[in-house]
């Protein structure tokens, strides 16, 4: 079974500049999430999708940060303008829907790691 | 809202020997799950172990096992015959009942010397 992709792997930018981060879940996995972990910290979540709808979005800078996932499939991060303190690693991670299939399921990809200078 | 607290930033024990990672954490929820996750350098996450707050046994998996305690919110891991490939950052992390997002700690950087 083919992972959770995710591209670019690395992505260096200026502040202002905009930048987009994809990312393909597991075939079958209904509910995708976007992390982001900064340097010395755990994975804090961004966004939550189950299929193509928003679940959670509480935490994610909306005046900056947009998110989407057409087709209920592969999802797309984007920061526009970028600033200094957007400097992170970029996970998404992908499940199956229900809670106890939920918990079974739950996969991270390897992440884009960006570099705001 | 849910905190996750681990205490260790960095530990480092020799090969072979076992080692204890602390966790702690705070919910009112009655209904959850909590995960032990390693991060190697290459950056995926990956899921060493998991609990569900129902259970009153320990989970164990190979060498790795937990002592839960509900009553003390504490969840630690205890990594046996510890090996070089052991060697990662560790989170923590607890899932609500309700939703699927989870909420990690800050980690511990694991070190295993030969």
């Known amino acids: 079974e083919a992972g959770v992709a995710q591209s670019p792997r690395y992505k260096i930018i200026e502040k202002r500049q905009s930048v987009a981060f994809w990312c393909n879940p597991i075939?079958?996995?209904?509910?995708l999430y976007w992390y982001q972990q900064i340097l010395g910290q755990g994975p804090k979540l961004l966004i939550q999708?189950?299929?193509?709808?928003?679940?959670?979005d509480s935490q994610l800078p909306k005046d900056r940060f947009s998110a989407e996932r057409l087709k209920g499939v592969d999802s797309t991060l984007k920061i526009q303008p970028a600033k200094l303190e957007d400097s992170a690693v970029y996970l998404c991670?992908?499940?199956?829907?229900?809670?106890?299939?939920?918990?079974?399921?739950?996969?991270f990809g390897s992440g884009t790691r960006l570099t705001v200078v | 809202a849910q905190t996750v607290t681990q205490s260790q930033p960095e530990m480092s024990v020799q090969e072979a020997e076992t080692v204890t990672l602390s966790c702690t954490y705070d919910?009112?929820?009655?209904?959850?799950?909590l995960f032990w996750y390693k991060q190697p350098p290459s950056r995926q996450m990956i899921l060493v172990i998991r609990?569900?707050?129902?259970?009153?046994q320990n989970a164990t998996e190979n060498r790795f096992s937990v002592n839960f305690q509900k009553a003390a919110k504490s969840f630690s891991l205890k990594i046996s015959d510890s090996q070089l490939g052991d060697t990662a950052m560790y989170f923590c992390?607890?899932?609500?009942?309700?939703?699927?997002?989870?909420?990690f700690g800050k980690g511990t950087h694991l070190i295993i010397q030969p």
């Open positions: 991670a992908s499940s199956l829907v229900g809670m106890g299939v939920t918990v079974d399921g739950y996969t």
């Open positions: 075939s079958g996995h209904a509910t």
């Open positions: 999708f189950q299929n193509n709808g928003v679940v959670d």
């Open positions: 919910t009112s929820e009655s209904n959850y799950y």
């Open positions: 609990q569900e707050a129902y259970k009153q």
């Open positions: 992390a607890f899932m609500g009942g309700g939703a699927d997002g989870l909420t």
